[in-house]
């Protein structure tokens, strides 16, 4: 019995899952790569966690949020951002 009252204690606590396409992911992966803006201050602003926003890097890094480009066309155009960025 204590066990049911505590399962629907847990689910009527759990949020639905939130998605986020593919530009809002890039905007905040940039803004964290450029310096801008650091990750936990993303994290906290949209709340997420800051471990999505890694994966979210490690993603951008691999090219999967560049459509219809080949996978060494986006990972030099990252590149060329990651060394604009260290200019500034």
Do not use: C, H
């Amino acid at each position: 019995m204590r066990t049911k009252k505590r399962e629907r204690k847990v689910s009527s606590v759990m949020r639905a899952r939130r998605t986020f396409d593919e530009k809002f992911k890039r905007q905040v992966v940039e803004s964290v790569l450029s310096g801008s803006v650091s990750q936990v201050e993303l994290a906290r602003e949209y709340t997420i966690s800051p471990l999505i926003i890694s994966r979210w890097k490690k993603e951008y890094k691999q090219g999967k949020f560049f459509e219809n480009k080949s996978a060494d066309y986006a990972r030099l155009e990252i590149r060329v951002k990651e060394l604009k960025a260290s200019l500034i």
